[in-house]
């Protein structure tokens, strides 16, 4: 005859299992690297430490297992940077992710995973206090990069946000084929105008889904730059002012973001 623990000891094992509470067992965490992987679009916008507006925008490339790499990266003051980075799954099933954009200083983000194309965040260094929203630019991952000035054709509507956006406000665009247009309901002064001045552009875009261009409003221009970004069914870009006499970018005013 078997002791009575070797009779009882198994379902005793079950039992407790079964009525064990639901906390009682660690949660298993989805996210890692390999949460994000292929080409993103990236649009960063924020305040830098001294009140400056902050933005950023472009392709970067996640290699599914730590490293981020791009080669266009365009910040608010105009310039355009290679990227180099790494990234890291936390305990808390956020990513933290470490850029380093040109010569600039390393920059570090923290980011939820939103849907499996998309994951936003905050900046946690001590730079500025910014956003950050990652935008897979395909349905799938790719390696290649086959973006032409054709990816941007179409109706691109929606609305721009930022530090003055009050005062420039160009938020009703039709991309196509290398030409935008558009109408600006404000005179760069924050006042609303009866009809809208329409304004008139080109922009280029490049293999990874960046692309720049410039518009004339209201007897000035404005430098964009943006990325092809969810599937090559949004856009998401900024505007900065060209100022005389030197032409020479001043600090981004707006970011928008356009649908189909």
């Known amino acids: 005859m078997k002791p009575l623990f070797h009779q009882f000891a198994l379902p005793s094992m079950i039992l407790a299992s079964f009525f064990a509470p639901a906390n009682a067992h660690a949660a298993t965490c989805a996210t890692s ?110 390696p290649g990069l086959n973006f032409t000035a054709s990816s941007a054709n179409g109706v691109f509507t929606g609305a721009c946000y930022g530090a003055a956006a009050v005062a420039t406000d160009l938020n009703i665009a039709t991309f196509s084929n290398g030409t935008v247009n558009g109408t600006d309901p404000s005179n760069d002064s924050g006042s609303f105008l009866a009809a809208n001045n329409p304004y008139t552009g080109t922009y280029t875009v490049n293999s990874d889904g960046t692309f720049s261009g410039a518009v004339s409003v209201d007897g000035g221009t404005y430098d964009f730059f943006g990325v092809i970004a969810n599937g090559g069914a949004e856009l998401e870009y900024f505007y900065t002012p060209v100022i005389p006499p030197n032409n020479l970018p001043g600090a981004a005013v707006e970011a928008c973001v356009t649908k189909l």
Do not use: R
């Open 33 to 142: 690297a390999a949460s994000l992987h292929g080409w993103y679009g990236m649009l960063v916008t924020g305040t830098t430490l001294d009140a400056g507006a902050k933005y950023l925008v472009g392709a970067i490339l996640f290699d599914g297992v730590s490293g981020v790499t791009g080669n266009n990266v365009y910040g608010g003051g105009g310039f355009d940077g290679a990227v180099t980075g790494t990234y890291a799954a936390n305990s808390d099933c956020t990513l933290t992710i470490s850029m380093t954009i040109g010569s600039t200083a390393a920059q570090v983000y923290t980011v939820a995973v939103k849907t499996s194309n998309e994951a936003v965040g905050i900046e946690v260094d001590s730079s500025a206090v910014a956003t950050i929203d990652l935008q897979a630019q395909y349905a799938t991952y790719t």
